[in-house]
């Protein structure tokens, strides 16, 4: 196993466009994390599934952005209607059980003009 | 509510001067908590962990960490630091369905 796999790694977008990231944990953990970080800050947290259901979502997450996790294995995140302050890393992470330890992926860094 | 606090935002260290970074936390009852580093560009790498036991915690990398329950503290250090070491530290506390992180502390390495 390769670890948790992020794609695209960059994405540089117009404002109003809509993106989607796309994020493989590892395949024994059933539990995956989106993460979000601005330049100067830790990970903030977005959402986490447990198998395929969506569990908790962070007030951060506007109804622009959706997350899903269909199969309990890879999940996406979109954003609908980009704004300019949604540029960021995004970070998936992935564990088992609870959240004693995760594994990150090397993030997608999303560009807003 | 759990927080983190890292009070360094940057520091610079000579090459194989020590290093102590610090971290502060609140939260209701024992907490775990972590150190993970990130280089530029990159996702982060877990350091060391503590869940419970010996409050000195042995990390990758030549890193250790001690957990200080009477301060609320969980300074990461290395007694020699290499250049390679330059990157973004973060400190996180974490319980089932939470994990907190802090600002990050940026480590310079002058040679």
């Known amino acids: 196993d390769t670890g948790v796999s992020q794609d695209p790694r960059h994405k540089i977008t117009k404002r109003g466009q809509n993106v989607t990231f796309r994020c493989d944990p590892i395949s024994e953990h059933n539990r995956l994390y989106w993460y979000r970080q601005t330049l100067g800050q830790g990970p903030e947290f977005l959402t986490y599934?447990?198998?395929?259901?969506?569990?908790?979502k962070s007030r951060l997450l506007s109804d622009r952005f959706s997350a899903e996790r269909p199969k309990g294995s890879f999940s996406t995140l979109e954003i609908q209607r980009t704004e300019q302050g949604d540029s960021a890393m995004y970070l998936c992470?992935?564990?088992?059980?609870?959240?004693?330890?995760?594994?990150f992926g090397s993030g997608t860094r999303l560009t807003v003009v | 509510a759990q927080s983190v606090t890292q009070p360094d935002i940057h520091i610079t260290v000579s090459e194989g001067a020590s290093l102590e970074l610090r971290c502060n936390y609140s939260y209701g009852a024992t907490p775990y908590l972590f150190w993970y580093v990130q280089s530029p560009g990159q996702g982060l790498q877990l350091l060391l962990k503590?869940?419970?036991?010996?409050?000195l915690v042995q990390g990758i990398k030549g890193f250790e960490a001690e957990f200080k329950r009477s301060q609320s503290s969980f300074n990461l250090r290395k007694p020699s630091v290499h250049w390679s070491d330059a990157a973004e530290y973060f400190c996180?506390?974490?319980?089932?369905?939470?994990?907190?992180f802090g600002a990050g502390t940026r480590l310079t390495v002058k040679p």
């Open positions: 992470a992935s564990s088992l059980e609870r959240r004693v330890s995760y594994t």
């Open positions: 599934f447990q198998n395929e259901a969506q569990l908790e």
């Open positions: 996180a506390v974490g319980a089932d369905n939470d994990m907190r």
């Open positions: 503590y869940f419970s036991g010996d409050t």
